[in-house]
């Protein structure tokens, strides 16, 4: 007996979307306790499914497998080999039964009353039904055992599920209005009809054995998450979980707003560095509730805007990518190179003493703008032992071998800033003792 599961039977769906092109989908269906052993065709799976991940439960699987042997003319006719078939006549409506003989190279038919072969006879070929072994689409296939349950649980993951989160942030005079969008791309070969939907923030492990060749203005301030999600922690990543439910079609791109900042307030600077052509336009945001945000946010795209007051419209001005940011860390973007900001580095003077060697720097930070600039300067050191000597502004230790400075340079102003160095370039070796 062949027992058939469909969309149909359908009680309850629900889809995690992770980075990396795969979704878990879980689902409850109703199931007709059976008294025999049953075969049982488990239609509407996506065709991109991974058959080691499924998990079964409400009934005992003794053998499962995943058909794809799908209906065409040639595979039909050939299960109907040495089968009564029916010719019929397109003039008349006429049908006349045969046994079907053989398919190899034309039709070859054997009248059943008078036993006459007749070769590619002209006619309709018509067969009585759709041979149990033949499905028009995918399915998991289950040899299952008697049961009486009622419900059956079924899970696994497919690939051609994506998701990205994606950014619009809209500058202001010295504000910001940011919405967040998850946008689902559902190439798995099939479509999910009302599913609970979760999303992953966070890089999970996948082995990959094989290369993968199947074919991204209100005057007060607030945050939120939009109604549509709940955000919460779960392992050592974040899920994004879709109040209600959605419709996730095959071959469809679909997207669904998730976070909606205004008013936040925003840092532009300039970045340079001895190894720059032009200084870096950068925005840096903090993800914290006193800054109307406070909400992880997932890794994606942003694409940045300006307002113009001036003709009363908006600009793009560029666009970067964020990692996952977490609550109360910054958000740092570099949107482009600065037009009207000049910097230029230079070695002013060079020596050595013994294995000392001192280098004096200047950077020239000139601001071409009609309003103040803030600048930040990165110098990098390449020896592993230094001392800087003397400075005209104030500095940061990065690390081992960068320092940093900030210079807040007026409209139409330049400023200067310089430093000595001093490096110790002697060679120093470490001998251990054998521990013979």
């Known amino acids: 007996m062949v027992y058939k599961s469909s969309l149909s039977n359908t009680q309850n769906l629900s889809i995690t979307i992770y980075y990396d092109n795969f979704a878990v989908v879980k689902e409850t269906r109703e199931f007709i306790p059976q008294e025999n052993e049953t075969i049982v065709h488990y239609l509407d799976v996506a065709k991109k499914i991974e058959t080691d991940s499924i998990i079964v439960s409400g009934v005992e699987v003794k053998e499962l497998n995943y058909e794809f042997d799908l209906v065409d003319k040639y595979k039909l006719l050939e299960k109907y080999i040495d089968r009564t078939v029916f010719l019929q006549d397109l003039k008349t409506n006429e049908k006349t039964e045969y046994r079907l003989l053989s398919v190899s190279g034309g039709i070859v038919l054997e009248n059943a009353a008078t036993k006459e072969i007749v070769l590619d006879a002209p006619g309709e070929i018509i067969l009585p039904k759709l041979p149990d072994e033949l499905i028009v689409k995918p399915a998991l296939v289950w040899k299952v055992a008697p049961s009486n349950t009622k419900t059956i649980n079924v899970s696994y993951i497919t690939k051609g599920i994506r998701w990205e989160s994606n950014y619009v942030l809209n500058l202001k005079n010295d504000t910001f209005d940011l919405a967040g969008w998850i946008e689902i791309e559902n190439n798995s070969g099939t479509a999910f009809h009302d599913a609970k939907l979760k999303v992953l923030a966070g890089d999970v492990n996948r082995v990959e054995e094989v290369a993968d060749y199947d074919i991204e203005p209100v005057l007060y301030s607030r945050t939120r998450m939009e109604e549509n999600f709940e955000e919460k922690s779960f392992a050592d990543y974040h899920i994004y979980t879709l109040r209600g439910t959605t419709t996730l079609k095959d071959n469809q791109e679909k997207q669904i707003k998730f976070i909606e900042v205004e008013n936040g307030v925003f840092k532009r600077y300039y970045e340079f560095d001895s190894y720059s052509d032009h200084p870096k336009v950068m925005l840096e945001i903090k993800n914290s509730v006193a800054n109307h945000m406070g909400i992880p946010l997932p890794k994606g795209k942003i694409k940045v805007y300006q307002e113009d007051t001036e003709e009363n419209t908006t600009e793009f001005i560029g666009e970067d990518r964020i990692s996952h940011t977490a609550k109360d860390e910054k958000v740092s973007l570099y949107i482009g190179n600065a037009f009207d900001i000049v910097c230029e580095s230079k070695i002013l003077k060079r020596y050595k003493m013994k294995n000392y060697e001192y ?26 032992f230094w001392k800087i000597e003397e400075s005209t502004d104030e500095f940061k230790e990065v690390d081992t071998n960068h320092i940093e400075f900030w210079a807040d340079v007026s409209a139409g102003e330049e400023k200067t800033i310089s430093f000595g160095i001093t490096s110790d370039r002697s060679i120093y070796m470490e001998i251990k003792k054998s521990e013979d």
């Open 359 to 384: 280098e004096k720097h200047e950077y020239i930070l000139k601001n071409r703008k009609s309003e103040n600039a803030l600048i930040k300067i990165n110098h990098y050191i390449s020896e592993r």
